[in-house]
């Protein structure tokens, strides 16, 4: 097999159709899909709709609610830690607020919680990995806000309920559309560096989904550049972050409320105790499970913990038999499958094409609907191209981008696009780019109220943990306006909360009530949870293959 620009010659065959068409494709798309179009796709080729791949939860407060079976393992583990393991007199951090996450959402949360008063040394803030070591990092596109004399935080509302299908909490979108703005204003001030045009106006683009333009965007490092300075502002104020310490297990009073957790120091394995008036739930989704085996976009510890946790502790559970698959992960070469290309290639003119070069989906449709259509091509219509090993995708046009914007657009606005291929010799300003669906958000979670509340006290959540904000699915740039906005509103009310919360001693009797849910459902102690990281020893971990 001889190599041509980094792609095996017969796939070179391949991308010579994409050019000769290319020229016709100029200034031309599909229209969008009628809704009756996109129910139909769909219900046919999403995963989601795949029952068999799901069953409903059979204990607990979410009882009868259906979820993925990757899911389902987990909550049918035994907790990994439970009464007479850890000796809970000796307290080793004594703290009035526990942030559980060191991502986006956990570091905003500290810095609203200083704001309103919470002193910086009476938060400490426990992260699986290092501090930023997230999803949040990771988000390349950008971020809504309907900021402009032409849209509205209303029109914003519309997009993202009908993106969500209509499934969405009405409340907590409400809240997300109208503090929008707001972030943005906030991150101005704090130093974010947005994409602006020459007259100083911010650069803001199209999403698929969306009505209006109201993408924010750092070129395509958004989500590493907002976190690179609420970082560093958490970093100047001095708030406490214990890295390598994941919470384990929550701590509850005899009352029901949540006081504290249990961490576990992945260098030594020893636990340490924190008490705490009030905790944040922001660990973050659920990629690394790699649900119905996709790859997925999401960093090393998104392994639903925050899920586990809550359901241990009695909190209620919503739209987790939603799984967000992105529709352009990377397909080829097989060192970066799985890895995201953002949604900003296909906003900036990338179109998406078969192995002849015919466009057959419009390329800024709803997520979901987008995806759908992919496979629809690949396993359907067999019009994917396959890889040396096995795996079938669809070609991104991202020369279209140079047409469409002029020469050099993407280095201006793709850097990361760029450098991730072209450490392998592919050029994507001169060839298109493989990309097949990938596994990317967990759209549902620990429910919430607007005030980011759970349903057990002194538990609050926010971000990609929470759900009902983002329905059956979530539009581009709202998760990071998402953690943005309810980490704001955790910090907020949990800095109220702890004004008068006055909770009893700690105790992990609710881990003891689990496990005699699990007993009584007949499930034996085979396995615990939460699992901490993912296991990729074995063979057959991740069989990307997939059957429509």
């Known amino acids: 097999m001889k190599m041509i620009d980094g792609y095996p010659d017969y796939m070179m065959e391949s991308i010579k159709k994409v050019e000769r068409t290319r020229k016709g494709r100029i200034g031309r798309n599909l229209e969008k899909m009628s809704m009756e179009e996109r129910k139909a796709v769909l219900e046919e080729f999403h995963p989601d709709f795949k029952a068999h791949e799901k069953k409903e939860i059979p204990f607990g407060p979410s009882k009868g609610s259906r979820a993925p079976l990757e899911l389902i393992r987990l909550l049918e583990s035994y907790p990994l830690v439970s009464p007479g393991m850890v000796n809970l007199d000796h307290v080793d951090y004594d703290v009035d607020i526990l942030i559980i996450g060191g991502g986006g959402a956990g570091t905003v949360a500290a810095l609203w919680a200083t704001d309103k008063g919470t002193p910086a040394d009476r ?62 204003d906030w991150h101005k001030k704090l130093g974010v560096m947005y994409d602006t045009n020459p007259d100083g106006t911010f650069a803001e683009m199209a999403g698929g989904g969306t009505s209006r333009n109201r993408m924010h965007s750092a070129k395509d490092y958004t989500g590493m550049e907002i976190l690179r300075v609420i970082r ?49 739930m922001a ?134 696009m760029y450098r991730m291929f072209m450490r392998f010799g592919i050029d994507m300003t001169r060839h298109p780019i493989l990309v097949f669906p990938t596994l990317h958000y967990q759209n549902g979670g620990v429910e919430i109220d607007p005030l980011c509340q759970t349903s057990i006290p002194g ?33 907020i009310s949990a800095a109220g909360y702890i004004k008068k919360a006055s909770p009893g001693k700690p105790s992990l009797d609710h881990t003891v009530k689990y496990k005699n849910m699990l007993e009584e459902a007949g499930i034996k102690p085979e396995a615990t949870a939460p699992i901490i990281l993912p296991e990729y020893r074995g ?10």
């Open 232 to 280: 560093d502002e958490a970093i100047n104020r001095k708030i406490p972050v214990i890295e390598f310490s994941p919470v384990v297990e929550l701590l509850t009073d005899g009352e029901g409320k949540v006081c504290g957790g249990v961490l576990l120091n992945l260098e030594t394995n020893q636990y340490y105790v924190v008490k705490a008036k009030a905790v944040i």
């Open 459 to 491: 538990l609050f959540a926010a971000g990609e943990v929470s759900g009902g904000v983002h329905g059956k699915n979530r539009l581009m740039g709202n998760s990071l306006l998402d953690y943005n906005v309810f980490g704001k509103i955790a910090g």
């Open 283 to 416: 660990t973050g989704g659920w990629g690394r499970l790699h649900i119905q085996n996709f790859a997925t976009t999401n960093h090393y510890g998104a392994t639903a913990d925050g899920l586990v946790l809550a359901y241990h502790a009695g909190a209620k559970l919503r739209d987790v038999d939603s799984v967000q698959y992105h529709p352009t992960g990377a397909a080829y070469p097989e060192q970066i499958v799985g890895l995201l290309i953002t949604e900003k290639v296909r906003s900036m003119g990338a179109q998406p094409v078969n192995m002849n070069g015919e466009l057959f989906v419009h390329p800024l449709e709803p997520r979901d609907v987008e995806a759908s259509a992919f496979i629809k091509e690949c396993y359907k219509n067999h019009l994917g191209i396959e890889t040396p090993t096995g795996m079938k995708g669809v070609w991104l046009d991202s020369p279209m981008i140079e047409i469409i914007k002029g020469e050099g657009a993407i280095h201006a606005h793709l850097d990361a």
């Open 539 to 548: 063979t057959g971990v991740l069989e990307r293959s997939i059957k429509a």
């Open 123 to 184: 938060i400490l803030i426990s992260t699986k990995l290092r501090h930023g070591d997230s999803n949040s990092m990771m988000a390349q596109g950008g971020i809504q806000a309907a900021d402009r004399p032409q849209d509205s935080p209303m029109t914003h509302y519309l997009d993202v309920l009908g993106g969500g299908h209509f499934q969405n909490k009405p409340d907590l979108v409400e809240v997300l559309t109208k503090e929008g703005p707001r972030i943005i």
